[in-house]
């Protein structure tokens, strides 16, 4: 076991509202970690805790530890500017800026000043070779980004995370607003990103969990039910609920 990722006892409030309840988890590094259930059951709140996202939230408590490298990243005087450069996120739907294919790749090395202009042509490539679009847009750097398939749109959305070096990628249904072929380019990316990244994935599709993900966690009205490789969790779960999810009776 090697977590880069650990909570214990969690528990997060929107207002009067418990949306999580007391999660302890070990994400290992360098996997794919798959975080399933039905709709309203606290993955995508889970998720966004990994990078302190609902803090952008009005009326968020959480409670509980949340570690990356056995450090609390609820603790007072925790960098979020350094949290978010060490823990990037994918959306649902691509969200490119309105700039050419090269200012989103350098985006954040310009903002913070990580580089100097000779080493971005050597970001530029070598981010985009991570996400295989290199070769496809090596002469079209200056056209706009929202000109792209929004395959292409969502790879270069990861291509954006990659130049701050993140240790940890997070994917919030990252293939919802695609279709299966592209899906399909997507998984077989996050498959090669794992080499060099912790991958925690948000799913409604459980044939992609199953496909994609070493580990799988099994959230329902925001207790963390079962947590497994992938593999045993899909083929003989150790609890009833899971069983039922898996099976397609609800969610």
């Known amino acids: 076991m090697n977590p880069i990722i650990q909570t214990r006892n969690l528990n997060l409030f929107y207002g009067t509202f418990q949306a999580l309840h007391d999660i302890s988890i070990d994400i290992e590094s360098k996997m794919i970690t798959s975080i399933i259930g039905p709709s309203g059951c606290g993955k995508s709140t889970l998720l966004r805790v990994f990078n302190r996202m609902n803090d952008l939230l009005e009326d968020v408590k959480v409670e509980g530890g949340v570690f990356i490298d056995a450090k609390n990243i609820y603790e007072p005087g925790v960098d979020l500017v350094e949290l978010r450069k ?35 042509g050597d970001i530029l490539e070598q981010s985009l070779r991570a996400v295989d679009l290199w070769d496809i847009l090596k002469d079209k750097l200056k056209t706009s980004a929202l000109n792209l398939t929004l395959e292409q749109q969502q790879r270069l959305c990861i291509a954006r995370l990659l130049p701050v070096k993140p240790d940890i990628l997070l994917m919030d249904e990252p293939c919802s607003a ?34 994609v993900s070493d580990r799988s966690a099994y959230l329902y009205l925001g207790d963390l039910i079962e947590y497994d490789s992938t593999e045993k969790m899909f083929t003989i779960p150790k609890d009833r609920r899971t069983e039922e999810y898996l099976a397609g009776k609800f969610g």
């Open 178 to 211: 695609l279709d299966p072929i592209a899906t399909a380019h997507i998984e077989e990316l996050m498959d090669q990103l794992k080499v060099n990244y912790t991958i925690v994935i948000v799913t409604h599709n459980m044939q992609q969990a199953a496909r």
């Open 86 to 120: 060490k823990v990037g996120m994918v959306f649902q739907r691509p969200n490119p800026f309105p700039l050419s294919v090269a200012e989103n790749v350098l985006f954040s090395v310009k903002i913070h000043r990580t580089a100097a202009f000779k080493e971005y």
